[in-house]
């Protein structure tokens, strides 16, 4: 089953967005397999943004995720990166489609309420760097899977 790595970030926690946003991902069909709600230290938000290091926004980003307590979740699903970065929306809110999470609740990339992998081998490298093994639960059986993922 295809891993995804997903932040809920400090302005979606201190927004009161925190179910809000899991509701979207567990009615997407999304199953949960890690979750955990801590402050991020800075060489855990630098590791995770390191592909960014020499952006311009870097510092300000770095700032931004540990500013404030954060929900980190690995989903697990047909697809799953791709159908959570759907979810999610476009990078810049002003961008994202209605019906995303960014495009109906956020309005500026510096505030763009949620992270999520941008391919399977960086999901697998992020949950890694974010979860120890004995903290995930992996492929359980959800009672409704039958209802969500079809096995031919
Ligand atoms: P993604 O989160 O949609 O994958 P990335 O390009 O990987 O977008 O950028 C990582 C994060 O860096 C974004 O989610 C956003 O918070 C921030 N970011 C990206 N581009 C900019 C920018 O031009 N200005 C400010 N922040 C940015
Ligand atoms: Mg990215």
Same mark, same amino acid.
């Given at each position: @089953?295809?891993?995804?790595? $997903? $932040?809920?970030?400090?302005?979606?926690?201190?927004? &009161?967005?925190?179910?809000?946003?899991?509701?979207?991902?567990?009615?997407?069909?999304?199953?949960?397999?890690?979750?955990?709600? @801590?402050?991020? *230290?800075?060489?855990? +938000?630098?590791?995770?943004?390191?592909?960014?290091?020499?952006?311009?926004?870097?510092?300000?980003?770095?700032?931004? $995720?540990?500013?404030?307590?954060?929900?980190? @979740?690995?989903?697990?699903?047909?697809?799953?990166?791709? +159908?959570?970065?759907?979810?999610?929306?476009?990078?810049?809110? +002003?961008? +994202?489609?209605?019906?995303? $999470?960014? &495009? =109906?609740?956020?309005?500026?990339?510096?505030?763009?309420?949620?992270?999520?992998? =941008?391919?399977? *081998?960086?999901?697998? /490298?992020?949950?890694?760097?974010?979860? /120890?093994?004995?903290?995930?639960?992996?492929?359980?059986?959800?009672?409704? =899977?039958?209802?969500?993922?079809?096995?031919?």
């Amino acid at each position: @089953m295809e891993r995804t790595f $997903i $932040i809920i970030k400090p302005d979606a926690v201190q927004r &009161g967005l925190t179910g809000e946003i899991i509701r979207r991902f567990e009615q997407r069909g999304l199953r949960i397999a890690g979750l955990k709600f @801590m402050q991020v *230290e800075r060489v855990l +938000a630098e590791a995770h943004y390191a592909v960014h290091k020499e952006r311009p926004f870097y510092k300000s980003l770095v700032e931004y $995720i540990i500013s404030g307590p954060v929900v980190a @979740m690995v989903l697990e699903g047909t697809n799953a990166v791709a +159908a959570a970065r759907n979810t999610i929306g476009a990078t810049n809110p +002003a961008d +994202a489609t209605a019906g995303s $999470i960014r &495009g =109906d609740l956020g309005l500026e990339i510096g505030r763009n309420l949620v992270h999520g992998s =941008d391919s399977v *081998e960086n999901g697998e /490298k992020e949950i890694a760097l974010w979860f /120890k093994p004995q903290e995930l639960v992996s492929s359980w059986e959800r009672s409704t =899977d039958p209802w969500i993922f079809e096995r031919r």
